[in-house]
């Protein structure tokens, strides 16, 4: 089949690489346009138009997919299938119509739970056991349309949402190809969603992950991985030697039990340098400052000379 590819994000580079090998033919890739990043604020093309030069694949960036002129130009390749991963755009009906046997996408949940945009990450922070992928149909309502295939697997106890990602999108890969073929020949089967049984996942904030130490250390280590790599569950360290905060990104963190400080404030470092919790404690093993590389805790520990009694401040939102 002739395929178009709607995409932006890394989570869809496994399946472009499945694609480039398999017997369909992926014609043009539509991504979002070069946004500024780094220190340097250069622009920056999505890693989807990197894949797309390196491989050679026709590709154009755009901010708005369903714009007149860029539906001529997708007709103009005349699709068989038009396949979203990770696009960052609203698809319009015109768009998901266009292709001559399907629209699809692939969501990293088990629909209809966590339709939205950070859905590996609220899986995380839900407490969510096992999650999986799904390939829909593309619909006007977000990650409404039909069901065609899932996978599952188990989220592991200390998995951030980066180390899940990368898992989601490398079992992605072969679940779509299996879909396409099914497509194909004729044999795939539609499943409506139970919009009753339906969850969000909305885009995730940088106050999404602000810490208030007053919750449990079980919830706060689910922040901590879920929030990882990005947006970071974050804090002001204030060290009592020098009374200056400093913002810090909490990558890792285990939950240990309260010490005999426990009736200290929440935030406030006990004589193990272990966070006092609304329950319970944590005991960082990574912490990433502003300006500054992930480190390990005892390394920062040594070089702010930090003591019992500093405190993990929270953030102001």
């Known amino acids: 089949m002739n395929i178009v590819y709607l995409g932006s994000g890394e989570f869809g580079l496994p399946c472009l ?17 070069s946004r500024q990043a780094g220190r340097g604020r250069k622009p920056t093309p999505t890693s989807v138009a990197e894949w797309a ?3 050679s694949i026709p590709f154009t960036e755009t901010e708005n997919a369903s714009d007149p002129q860029m539906l001529e130009t997708i007709a103009g ?10 696009f960052g755009q609203k698809i319009s009906s015109d768009l998901i119509k266009l292709p001559s046997k399907a629209a699809i996408n692939v969501h990293a949940s088990l629909l209809p739970k966590y339709r939205g945009a950070a859905p590996i990450n609220w899986a995380i922070i839900n407490s969510e056991t096992r999650t999986g992928n799904s390939i829909i149909t593309l619909a006007e309502r977000i990650d409404a349309g039909d069901i065609l295939a899932q996978n599952q697997t188990d989220i592991a106890p200390d998995e951030t949402a980066g180390e899940l990602h990368d898992r989601l999108a490398n079992l992605a890969a072969p679940l779509l190809l299996e879909t396409i073929d ?16 339906a969850t ?28 990882w790599p990005w947006p970071g569950a974050s804090a002001n360290y204030l060290s009592q030697k020098t009374a200056k905060p400093l913002r810090v990104n909490i990558a890792m963190a285990q939950i240990v039990p309260a010490s005999n400080t426990a009736h200290l404030p929440p935030g406030t470092l006990d004589e193990n340098l272990n966070v006092i919790c609304g329950r319970d404690a944590l005991k960082i093993t990574k912490i990433k ?24 401040v929270n953030m102001e939102k």
């Open 17 to 33: 690489n499945a694609l480039a090998q398999s017997n369909h033919s992926l014609d043009f890739i539509v991504t979002q346009p």
């Open 53 to 55: 030069k390196s491989h």
């Open 77 to 86: 390749h005349k699709p068989d299938l038009i396949l979203a991963i990770a």
């Open 182 to 197: 099914k497509i194909a020949n004729g044999t795939a089967v539609y499943t409506k969603q139970d919009d009753s049984k």
């Open 200 to 227: 969000v996942a909305p885009k995730l904030k940088k106050s999404h992950g602000f810490l208030d130490f007053a919750e449990s250390a079980e919830f706060l280590k689910r922040k901590i991985r879920g929030l």
């Open 289 to 312: 400052p502003d300006g500054s590389a992930l480190m390990d805790f005892r390394d920062f520990v040594n070089g702010r000379q930090t003591r019992p009694g500093d405190t993990f």
